[in-house]
């Protein structure tokens, strides 16, 4: 008798349940790491890594209050922190809104960033002595994070709706209050242009402000457009 022929291999066939495995593994794969992700955003080591990016940024030590996570949105009532010449900063009601698509570039791009209301009280009478901001305790070390969770963060703008400045060296105090805010990167620097508000100089007239334009280049600040007008006298 002849010797029995095996069976032609089906080769869509094969095809076909090697998609629907590499489907499947890829499907668990995003369910996977959703939920990691998820549960990390959720941590208090995503909270100590906000702070951390944005103390560095504000060149201040400070933390933020409990964050809430809603997909790629964020809100927090709040951040504070201080660094000479810094005597204060609080940031009231901030919400952020994450690209997720810019975690495959490594980095977590702040597409809008808005806060209610920013108070920053200065100390010029003390100069503030030349040396990187602290971040936590210095003798503690770094901890391990995974590695799939980037280390930088980019900000593509923010918006205050209320900015809140003071300033008291002795005979010198005065204020700048009310001023709506606008932040945008422009390569090395951060461009800022303010509107509205009144700014007040111990022994000068108030000034009602149009706008302001200002350049930063930490440490340096430049003021590179400006309009104020005089407000009326009390009678």
């Known amino acids: 008798m002849p010797p029995e022929s095996k069976p ?11 998609g629907i495995t590499f489907a499947a593994l890829a499907v668990a794969g995003y369910f996977g790491s959703s939920i990691l992700l998820n549960r990390y955003l959720h941590s208090d080591s995503f909270r100590a890594l906000l702070g951390q990016k944005t103390s ?11 964050i809430h996570c809603n997909g790629f949105s964020f809100y927090s009532d709040g951040y504070t922190g201080h660094s000479a010449p810094i ?7 901030i919400r952020a809104d994450f690209e997720p698509g810019a975690l495959f570039q490594g980095a977590w791009q702040v597409s809008n960033l808005q806060i209610q209301r920013v108070k920053v009280a200065l100390d ?26 980037p280390e930088r963060f980019e900000l593509k703008r923010a918006r205050i709706e209320e900015t809140q400045l003071a300033w008291s060296p002795p005979g010198r105090e005065g204020s700048l209050q ?4 606008l932040l945008e990167p422009n390569g090395r620097d951060l461009v800022a242009t303010g509107y ?8 000068w007239p108030a000034l009602k402000v149009d706008h302001v334009k200002l350049r930063c ?15 009326a006298r009390r009678a």
């Not at 560095?56 to 409990?66: I, M, N, S, V």
């Not at 005597?87 to 009601?93: H, S, T």
């Not at 280049?217 to 407000?231: A, G």
């Open 8 to 18: 032609p291999i089906c080769w869509s066939r094969v095809a076909l349940w090697t």
């Open 87 to 93: 005597k204060e900063l609080r940031a009231d009601q």
């Open 124 to 149: 010029l009478v003390h100069p503030p002595v030349a040396q990187s901001p602290v971040l936590g305790n210095a003798s503690e070390p770094p901890k391990r994070r995974s590695w799939w969770i």
């Open 217 to 231: 280049r930490y440490p340096d600040l430049f003021l590179t457009d400006s309009l104020f007008q005089l407000t």
């Open 56 to 66: 560095a940024f504000l060149a201040t030590e400070g933390e933020y209050l409990p």
């Open 196 to 203: 509205g508000g009144t700014l007040q100089q111990a022994g």
């Open 178 to 181: 009310g001023m709506r805010l």
